[in-house]
C-alpha cells in the first residue's frame, strides 16, 4: 500500500463567509460519509468578515479530495484547501488543574511542569491551573506525568494551524480581483493531481 493509500491526518482549511447555519452544512457532509471530526476550529481570518475553519480528519487522500470539493460547493464556502500535517504548522493548547497542596508539597510536579513548558495562570489556595501549548503527544505526555499527582481537570482545544507554503488567502482575493472576467485563477490545482505535495 502506498503513502497516497494510507488512512492519515488531513488539515482542512476553509474560507467562508460568517454565516449563520454554515458549520451545521459543513458537520453534515462529514456526517453523511461517517467520518468522524478529530478537531474543528473556528476563528476570524486575516481579512475582516471573513472566517476560516480548520478540520482535522483522518482518512483516505481522496476522500479527503472529494470532501473538499463537496464542501467548496456550499454558497458561502470562498475556497477550502487540504494538507497533510508535514504541510502545516500546528499547536494545541491545554490546560491541568492541579492541587496546590500537591504542587507546594512536592517540588518534584513544579519542575516536572517546568520542564514539559507549562506555566501556572491561576494559583488559588485549594488549586492550581498550569497552560502548555504544542502537539498532542506533548500534551498528552504532561496528562499522564500528572495523573499520579491527582490531576483534578484537563481539557484540550481544537487545533490550530497555519499553512507553511501560502501567501495567505488575502493575496489570493487579489488576485480574484485583477482578473478579467471568465479568466480562472489556477490555485487549488492539487485537488485534481493526486500524489503531489499541496500548498495553497
Same mark, same amino acid.
Given at each position: 500500500?502506498?503513502?497516497?493509500?494510507? !488512512?492519515?491526518?488531513? *488539515? %482542512?482549511?476553509?474560507?467562508? #463567509?460568517?454565516?449563520?447555519? /454554515? +458549520?451545521?452544512?459543513?458537520? %453534515?457532509?462529514?456526517?453523511?460519509? !461517517?467520518?468522524?471530526?478529530?478537531? +474543528?476550529?473556528?476563528?476570524?481570518?486575516?481579512?475582516?468578515?471573513?472566517?476560516?475553519?480548520?478540520?482535522?480528519? *483522518?482518512?483516505?487522500?481522496? =476522500?479527503?479530495? !472529494?470532501?473538499?470539493?463537496?464542501? #467548496? @460547493?456550499?454558497?458561502?464556502? /470562498?475556497?477550502?484547501?487540504?494538507?497533510?500535517?508535514? &504541510?502545516?504548522?500546528?499547536?494545541? /493548547?491545554?490546560?491541568?488543574? =492541579?492541587?496546590?497542596? =500537591?504542587?507546594?508539597?512536592?517540588?518534584?510536579?513544579?519542575?516536572?511542569?517546568?520542564?514539559?513548558?507549562?506555566?501556572?495562570?491561576?494559583?488559588? @489556595? &485549594?488549586?492550581?491551573?498550569? #497552560?502548555?501549548?504544542?502537539?498532542?503527544?506533548?500534551? &498528552?505526555?504532561?496528562?499522564?506525568? +500528572?495523573?499520579?499527582?491527582?490531576?483534578?481537570?484537563?481539557?484540550?482545544?481544537?487545533?490550530?494551524?497555519?499553512? @507553511? &507554503?501560502?501567501?495567505?488567502?488575502?493575496?489570493?482575493?487579489?488576485?480574484?480581483?485583477? +482578473?478579467?472576467?471568465?479568466?480562472? =485563477? %489556477?490555485?487549488?490545482?492539487?485537488? *485534481?493531481?493526486?500524489?503531489?505535495?499541496?500548498?495553497?
Amino acid at each position: 500500500m502506498s503513502e497516497a493509500e494510507k !488512512k492519515q491526518e488531513f *488539515n %482542512i482549511t476553509i474560507y467562508t #463567509e460568517n454565516q449563520i447555519g /454554515l +458549520l451545521s452544512r459543513i458537520a %453534515i457532509i462529514f456526517t453523511r460519509r !461517517k467520518i468522524n471530526i478529530d478537531s +474543528l476550529n473556528t476563528s476570524p481570518s486575516e481579512i475582516d468578515s471573513i472566517h476560516r475553519f480548520n478540520i482535522v480528519i *483522518n482518512e483516505y487522500e481522496e =476522500v479527503v479530495r !472529494k470532501l473538499t470539493r463537496q464542501i #467548496e @460547493k456550499q454558497v458561502e464556502v /470562498l475556497k477550502a484547501y487540504y494538507h497533510t500535517n508535514e &504541510d502545516v504548522i500546528w499547536q494545541e /493548547l491545554a490546560l491541568y488543574k =492541579v492541587s496546590t497542596d =500537591v504542587i507546594a508539597e512536592k517540588v518534584s510536579v513544579e519542575r516536572l511542569l517546568r520542564e514539559n513548558g507549562a506555566r501556572a495562570v491561576v494559583i488559588r @489556595k &485549594d488549586y492550581t491551573v498550569f #497552560e502548555t501549548t504544542g502537539h498532542r503527544e506533548e500534551t &498528552d505526555n504532561l496528562i499522564s506525568i +500528572l495523573q499520579p499527582y491527582g490531576l483534578i481537570e484537563f481539557v484540550r482545544s481544537a487545533r490550530v494551524a497555519i499553512i @507553511k &507554503d501560502s501567501e495567505g488567502f488575502n493575496s489570493k482575493l487579489r488576485e480574484f480581483e485583477r +482578473l478579467e472576467p471568465g479568466e480562472e =485563477v %489556477i490555485e487549488n490545482e492539487y485537488l *485534481n493531481q493526486g500524489e503531489k505535495v499541496f500548498t495553497m
